[in-house]
């Protein structure tokens, strides 16, 4: 499979990479390859051979809501960070799946927009972003979105329009199709008051500081908060706030955050995870879904 990928030419190939430095929790064992795509007919040529080849294949982002396994894993990650144009017209924001989603929400506030204000603190990419509908402070990707266009299962480039992405909270017409491939979005967003934008993601920057584990490895809110309430009140309840599982461990400042603690593996992670879900489930009879994606 090697010379197979190599004679195709379409980027850069990191085999037996270390899964640790492609996701914020820094766990993992060892994936077969990573590929860093060129560009759109790149990705179009890789996905295709390993298509054909049978070879399990998966898009990474930023892995800033993965949990990769530990041992070996036996997909080929490919990453889009080379697509990452980007191109602000009136407000009309065009901008490809591998460009930073807060540097995005920084381009937009020097350009007076106002919209992005909720992805300051958010680590992933536009898409990842749009892949999850990415939000905070009551708002996310889908008020944005005007369309995304994308590979669909055949490799064809197809563009959905918002209606048709079926956003709703953390998910997306994208999370169902897996195999389909975000290239790029058009955004639109509102004119603002520059002063006012930045000050607004200030304070957030502030709250996020203060209610947050930034000082340690994380993937984020580990679960989805259940209708009508929130995970972390639930998992506090319980008493986890500083409960270790090996390296791994509730945060003690917000308890819907897991952090790498201590040099934790992915089956610390998961197995925290496991636990809380059968305490909650046993305490309150709330069934916790998973926010963050245990990789297979
Ligand atoms: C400190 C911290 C705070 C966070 N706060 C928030 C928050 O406030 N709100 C929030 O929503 N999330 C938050 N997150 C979680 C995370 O940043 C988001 O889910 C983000 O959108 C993930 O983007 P990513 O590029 O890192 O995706 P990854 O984690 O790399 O991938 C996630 C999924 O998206 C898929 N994917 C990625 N790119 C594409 C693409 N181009 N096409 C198709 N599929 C794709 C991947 O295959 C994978 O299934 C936080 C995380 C951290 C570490």
């Not at 051979?49 to 993965?66: A, P």
């Not at 992933?124 to 005007?146: C, E």
Request: charged share 30%.
């Amino acid at each position: 499979m090697k010379q197979e990928i190599e004679t195709l030419d379409v980027g850069r190939i990191i085999y037996d990479v270390p899964l640790k430095d492609y996701n914020t929790y820094h766990v993992g064992g060892v994936g077969k390859a990573l590929v860093i795509v060129e560009n759109k007919e790149a990705l179009k040529k890789i996905i295709k051979e390993l298509n054909q080849n049978n070879e399990k294949w998966k898009i990474i982002g930023n892995g800033s809501n993965l949990i990769f396994p530990d041992g070996f894993y036996d997909g080929i990650l490919i990453s889009l960070e080379k697509l990452d144009a980007m191109e602000i017209t009136g407000t009309e924001i065009y901008v490809e799946a591998g460009y930073s989603l807060a540097k995005l929400s920084i381009k937009a506030a020097k350009a007076s927009l106002t919209g992005l204000e909720f992805a300051g603190g958010i680590p992933g990419t536009i898409g990842g972003a749009i892949f999850m509908n990415a939000g905070a402070y009551k708002s996310d990707m889908g008020y944005l979105v005007k369309e995304v266009a994308y590979l669909d299962e055949n490799l064809e480039e197809k563009v959905l329009k918002n209606k048709d992405c079926d956003f709703h909270y953390r998910t997306s017409y994208f999370k169902k199709h897996p195999n389909c491939v975000c290239l790029s979005t058009k955004l639109e967003l509102k004119h603002g008051v520059k002063e006012l934008i930045f000050s607004v993601m200030e304070d957030r920057r502030i709250r996020r500081l203060e209610s947050q584990p930034l000082e340690y490895p994380s993937a984020g809110s580990v679960f989805r908060n259940p209708e009508g309430d929130y995970a972390g009140r639930l998992i506090e309840s319980l008493g986890y706030k500083g409960k270790l599982y090996g390296g791994a461990m509730v945060s003690e400042k917000h308890a819907n955050f897991i952090i790498n603690k201590n040099n934790a593996t992915a089956s610390d992670i998961v197995g925290l995870i496991e636990d809380i879900q059968k305490n909650v489930k046993k305490k309150y009879g709330v069934d916790l879904k998973l926010e963050q994606e245990i990789v297979k």
